[in-house]
């Protein structure tokens, strides 16, 4: 049996046709599982860095707060990705941002003790004590508070 030319047979007219829902599909689905991937790598929950700090001493118009340990996770802990903030009365009077070893703000002073550019146990905070009131001392990566220590003068 011949086909007339110019026409193709009808069973290959159905195999093109079944061929672009599964095409659509497969595009579809891989750019939804791309996208759940890429949210998931950007996103910083859980990663964070645990940081601790040993317990705050007051000096003769100074507070001194020694970072006690740091846990990276996978997260950087380089200085140069952190900040810190210092508040009094919940205003804030002082941020280093980016921290660095030496780094100082009027009331806030930071000094990286091993001088490895990372947050580490043995590194100290310095606060000049500016006035009676509850201070709260952050460090944040990312926006994300890392740290905190909170005292009352």
């Not at 599909?25 to 998931?40: C, E, R």
């Not at 859980?46 to 940081?51: F, I, K, N």
């Not at 006690?68 to 950087?76: C, D, G, L, R, W």
């Not at 550019?117 to 509850?134: C, E, K, M, N, Y």
């Amino acid at each position: 049996m011949q086909e007339a030319k110019g026409r193709e047979p009808p069973l290959t007219k159905r195999r093109k046709g079944a061929l672009l829902p599964a095409v659509v599909i497969t595009v579809m689905a891989s750019l939804a599982v791309a996208g759940y991937l890429f949210l998931q790598g950007t996103s910083v929950d859980g990663l964070l860095p645990s940081v601790f700090f040993s317990p705050v001493s007051r000096n003769a118009g100074n507070v001194t707060v020694d970072v006690a340990s740091v846990s990276p996770h996978t997260t950087s802990t380089q200085l140069a990705d952190l900040k810190s903030r210092l508040s009094v009365d919940g205003v804030q009077r002082a941020s280093l941002d980016p921290m660095a070893d030496g780094a100082s703000d009027w009331v806030l002073a930071f000094h990286d003790r091993d001088r490895s550019q990372t947050l580490s146990g043995g590194d100290r905070f310095l606060v000049d004590i500016v006035a009676p009131g509850d201070y709260e001392l952050t460090v944040l990566f990312e926006d994300h508070i890392v740290a905190r220590a909170a005292w009352t003068i």
